[in-house]
């Protein structure tokens, strides 16, 4: 059975490590299906490389274009995280990847745009080959048990003002 892994955290980094899983999966000729809640620019990097990676490297967003901050999400930004868990259900099904990220969805759950009893609902559907990435600050505390490894990514030091940096940032 695949294992569920659990990125949280206020520090940064969690959707770069579950990156690094993926990126180490490829280069051993497995595939991943990244799906992400929440965002929408395409000029990230783990965007841009989708043509580069080829057809073991799928990447999908739902996120409300324009969308910046949780004081002000809307219906639409519910609608569009259901669509993307429900996308999530049909391509595990179709294509049974055997890394499957659900980036942000911590996150998506904490802001009630999806309930937490839908995203342990879908976990149980995973088939057994798929291993599962959930990403994004503030897991709630179910999600925290029912994964089966869990880190806690904890900002130790940072400038004042955070450099974004392409390439390490985006």
Known sequence: MGYIYLYTGTGG???TNALGLALRCIGHNLSVVIIQFMKWWKEIGEIKIKEKLGSLYEIYQF????WIGLGNLTDEDRKLA?????????????????????DEINLAVYCKLLEVDDVLKFLDEIPE???????GRFA????IERA??????????APKKFPTVKGINY
């Open 82 to 102: 259901e669509e993307g868990l429900e996308f999530a259900r049909k391509i595990v099904k179709e294509k049974k990847p055997f890394l499957l990220v659900l």
């Open 129 to 135: 080959e798929t291993h599962v990435v959930l990403t």
């Open 13 to 15: 980094g969690k959707t």
């Open 140 to 143: 709630p505390r179910e999600l």
């Open 148 to 157: 089966d490894i869990v880190n806690e990514i904890v900002e130790i030091k």
């Open 63 to 66: 996120g409300r274009k324009g």
